[in-house]
């Protein structure tokens, strides 16, 4: 079983003389995304729904990918953004209307031959659902209320709004990290939670970077305190076997949150939501040990998460995934 390898106190604090927000490149994040899905869909005994959730993620590289009058018809004219305001594209500070929709069904477009007849029938069934309810569902997902929206179509409503989010979010990150400000817990742009840490190479080596479960966005954040609360004391690191593994969860004991770390300065390949996915049974021992996430995968059906809110603990709508303890 695995056992905390080293006390948060023992790490080094960081200069913030760095670029602290990274905009993303959709389309390659996508790309990178569906490539490395292909990659643990078999070692990860879910084949079948990473095989799905490699041609969705496709679908979104595609419809990211639109330029000219193509990605006016879909995305619609540029959102009037108060940069002013903190988290500029947080759902409450600009009108951000329906043209998510038109996203939605192409992605449904490009998902309909490609999926197993029962799914077909789910996705004809949200392709025709009324506008307004569509809205509804997406100000519950937004605001972190995940379960007031039907289970068979939370996963595509999310990967619409994600895309929606990350094609107008690109320019708002660039100003952010031209501002060079230090950014904390929830994304800078857009105020969702994160995936996870991603450890990094570049600019310099071991830095840590939050990477947003909406609009892909990446902002710095130091490894000596918990993501969450913000506490430095009582953080530990987890791994399964070794110090030095390329994906180890931090805990914090004071808001008994945890988020995982993937060391792409170890591991090139690791991608975030992907490899999130894939180590479930790493959730499954956190959560017997009485933590909870306080990430969002948006590749993991996001009604069956209830992330913690700034180290408050909130119940969540399902149990966690029980895979198995880590040996």
């Known amino acids: 079983m695995s056992t905390a390898i080293l006390d948060a106190e023992k790490i080094s604090g960081q200069s913030l003389d760095i670029k602290t927000v990274i905009p993303a490149d959709p389309k390659a994040v996508y790309q990178f995304r569906a490539q490395r899905l292909v990659e643990l869909a078999e070692e990860s005994g879910l084949a079948e729904y990473f095989g799905l959730l490699e041609q969705l993620v496709i679908a979104q590289q595609k419809v990211s990918a639109l330029y000219g009058e193509a990605a006016k018809s879909c995305f619609g004219p540029k959102p009037k953004l108060d940069l002013s305001q903190d988290k500029p594209m947080a759902q409450q500070h600009f009108e951000w209307g329906n043209y998510w929709q038109s996203v939605l069904l192409e992605l449904i477009s490009e998902l309909m031959p490609k999926v197993?007849?029962?799914?077909?029938?789910?996705?004809?069934?949200?392709?025709?659902?009324?506008?307004?309810?569509?809205?509804?569902?997406?100000?519950?997902?937004?605001?972190?209320?995940?379960?007031?929206?039907?289970?068979?179509?939370?996963?595509?409503?999310?990967?619409?709004?994600?895309?929606?989010?990350?094609h107008w979010a690109v320019e708002v990150a660039?100003?952010?990290?031209?501002a060079a400000e230090a950014h904390k817990r929830l994304c800078p742009v857009c105020g969702s939670h994160p995936v996870g840490s991603v450890?990094?190479?570049?600019?310099?080596?071991?830095?840590?970077?939050?990477?947003?479960?909406?609009?892909?966005?990446?902002?710095?954040?130091?490894?000596?305190?918990?993501?969450?609360?913000?506490?430095?004391?009582?953080v530990f690191l987890w791994a399964e076997t070794e110090t030095n593994a390329a994906i180890r969860v931090e805990s914090c004991d004071t808001c008994m949150g945890y988020t995982k770390m993937f060391f792409t300065d170890i591991n090139p390949?690791?991608?975030?939501?992907a490899d999130d996915l894939a180590t479930l049974v790493m959730d499954s021992h956190l959560v017997e040990q009485g933590y909870s996430a306080t990430t969002v995968n948006p590749l993991l059906l996001a009604h069956e998460q209830e992330p913690q809110l700034d180290g408050e603990l909130q119940p969540s709508e399902k149990p966690q995934p029980k895979v198995g303890d880590i040996h």
């Open 116 to 166: 197993s007849t029962d799914l077909h029938l789910v996705l004809k069934e949200l392709a025709k659902a009324r506008a307004d309810v569509l809205q509804g569902y997406a100000k519950s997902m937004l605001s972190g209320r995940f379960a007031e929206v039907p289970a068979q179509y939370s996963l595509f409503i999310w990967a619409a709004l994600s895309v929606y989010w990350s």
């Open 174 to 178: 660039q100003g952010l990290a031209d």
């Open 199 to 234: 450890i990094k190479e570049e600019p310099r080596a071991g830095l840590r970077y939050l990477h947003c479960s909406l609009c892909e966005t990446e902002w710095h954040e130091v490894r000596a305190e918990c993501t969450s609360c913000g506490e430095s004391k009582g």
């Open 269 to 273: 390949r690791l991608e975030v939501a």
